[in-house]
C-alpha cells in the first residue's frame, strides 16, 4: 500500500499534483478543503460550519476535521492507498492520523512537502481566485492569515515526519509538468 502525504503551503500545488499522482498510482486522492467545500455547496450542518473558519482563512477544529477524514478512509477498505492533500495540518491531526492507520495495520509512506517561496504562493493564489470561485483566494487578508497560519502551526509537521524518516522536499517552482515528474521521481525512489 502506498500512502502519501502531500504538504506545503497554501498555493503550493497541492491539489493540481495530488490528482496526477492519484491517477499514476492509482490512490484514493482526499483533500479535506475539498471535502469541506463539498458539504459547504450542499449546505450541510458540516458545511455551515467548516465555512466560518475557512472564511476567514482558520483551520476548522480538528474534532470535526479528523472525525470526517477517518470516515472517508473507512469508504475505501480496498484502496490500493491514499494520497492526504490539505491533511494532517496539526500536530494532533498527524498523531491521530498515525494511530488511526496502525489500527487498520497500514502507515505513512512518505510525506511530500512541496516547497514555494511566499511571494509566489500569493501571486498564485490570488490568480486562482479569479476563476477558482473561491472566497479565500480572493482577499489578500485571507490568504495572508492562511500562510501565518500555516507557519504557526502546520509547517511543524515537517519535523513530525522527518523524524520517522519519511519527509522528502521537492522545489514546486516551474511548469506543472516538470513538478509532477519531480514527484514521481519522489515517490519511486
Ligand atoms: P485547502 O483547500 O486545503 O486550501 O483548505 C481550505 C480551508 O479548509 C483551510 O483554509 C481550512 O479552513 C480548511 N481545512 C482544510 N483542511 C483542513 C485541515 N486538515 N484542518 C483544518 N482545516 C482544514
Not at 479569479?130 to 502546520?154: F, H, L, M
Amino acid at each position: 500500500m502506498l500512502n502519501i502525504v502531500l504538504f506545503g503551503p497554501p498555493g503550493a500545488g497541492k491539489g493540481t499534483q495530488a490528482v496526477r499522482i492519484k491517477d499514476h498510482y492509482s490512490l484514493v486522492h482526499l483533500s479535506t478543503g475539498d471535502i469541506f467545500r463539498h458539504n459547504i455547496k450542499n449546505s450541510t450542518e458540516l458545511g455551515v460550519m467548516a465555512k466560518s473558519y475557512m472564511d476567514k482563512g482558520e483551520l476548522v477544529p480538528d474534532e470535526v476535521t479528523i472525525k470526517m477524514l477517518e470516515s472517508e478512509v473507512l469508504k475505501h477498505p480496498n484502496s490500493s492507498g491514499f494520497i492526504f492533500d490539505g491533511f494532517p495540518r496539526t500536530t494532533t491531526q498527524a498523531q491521530t492520523l498515525d494511530d488511526f492507520l496502525h489500527s487498520k495495520n497500514i502507515s505513512i509512506t512518505k510525506m511530500i512537502a512541496l516547497d514555494v517561496p511566499d511571494e509566489e504562493l500569493i501571486a498564485r493564489l490570488l490568480l486562482r481566485g479569479k476563476d477558482s470561485g473561491r472566497p479565500d483566494d480572493q482577499n489578500r487578508e485571507v490568504i495572508a492569515n492562511r500562510i501565518k497560519v500555516y507557519e504557526a502551526q502546520t509547517s511543524i509537521l515537517a519535523d513530525y515526519y522527518r523524524l520517522q524518516n519519511k519527509l522528502v522536499c521537492v522545489d514546486g517552482i516551474g511548469s506543472v509538468d516538470e513538478i509532477t515528474d519531480r514527484l514521481y521521481v519522489a515517490i519511486d525512489n
